[in-house]
């Protein structure tokens, strides 16, 4: 549950930057840029966790299906109304907080992990991959192809790693 947690504040930490940047309080804004910063460390973490102590496995690919299409619906409906809001209050954090705890909690028991923008930085892709046992999730460089063999670190339920260039 650690994991996924830090993979949805991972997430989400564009709003905070977008918020702290559009925030008129340059207190405030230099308090919600850094804590954005800080969250969006929560990918690297649990990747770096992952390769350096967790446990490698090979799993043979039998379907793939790229995951990352809803990441644009994630950007505009839970992004894009926070940012039309000029200059937001205390108030307006406040509810911003209470929407972020139930949106938290709908995403730790869910599995939505694929959205997260800072994946596509990184240069890497969620893809819906079926091992034979119904679909996972797999975050890689390029794509798998049905029929490969991948050697996986498990990032967290449901959510593996792949290292490398090539499957």
């Given at each position: 549950?650690?994991?996924?947690?830090?993979?949805?504040?991972?997430?989400?930490?564009p709003?905070?930057?977008?918020?702290?940047?559009?925030?008129?309080?340059?207190r405030?804004s230099?308090?919600?840029?850094?804590?954005?910063?800080l969250?969006?460390?929560?990918?690297?973490?649990?990747?770096?966790?992952?390769?350096?102590?967790?446990?490698?496995?090979?799993m043979?690919?039998?379907?793939?299906?790229?995951?990352?299409?809803?990441?644009?619906?994630?950007?505009?409906?839970?992004?894009?109304?926070?940012?039309?809001?000029?200059?937001?209050?205390?108030?307006?954090?406040?509810?911003?907080?209470?929407?972020?705890?139930?949106?938290a909690t709908?995403?730790?028991?869910?599995?939505?992990?694929?959205?997260?923008?800072?994946?596509?930085?990184?240069?890497?892709?969620?893809?819906?991959v079926?091992?034979?046992?119904?679909?996972?999730?797999?975050?890689?460089?390029?794509?798998?192809?049905?029929?490969?063999?991948?050697?996986?670190?498990?990032?967290t339920?449901?959510?593996?790693?792949?290292?490398?260039g090539?499957?």
């Amino acid at each position: 549950m650690g994991a996924r947690l830090l993979l949805l504040l991972s997430a989400y930490s564009p709003l905070l930057l977008i918020i702290g940047i559009r925030d008129h309080n340059t207190r405030q804004s230099w308090w919600l840029i850094g804590t954005g910063l800080l969250l969006a460390l929560g990918l690297p973490i649990v990747i770096a966790a992952a390769v350096w102590l967790g446990h490698s496995q090979t799993m043979h690919v039998t379907s793939v299906h790229d995951a990352a299409a809803e990441v644009s619906g994630y950007l505009t409906s839970f992004i894009l109304p926070f940012v039309s809001r000029a200059g937001p209050t205390g108030r307006d954090l406040l509810a911003y907080g209470l929407f972020g705890v139930f949106l938290a909690t709908a995403y730790l028991q869910s599995g939505k992990l694929a959205l997260n923008p800072w994946i596509f930085f990184a240069r890497h892709r969620i893809y819906e991959v079926d091992f034979g046992n119904g679909p996972e999730l797999v975050l890689a460089r390029h794509a798998p192809s049905t029929g490969d063999d991948l050697t996986l670190s498990r990032l967290t339920r449901g959510l593996y790693f792949k290292r490398g260039g090539t499957p």
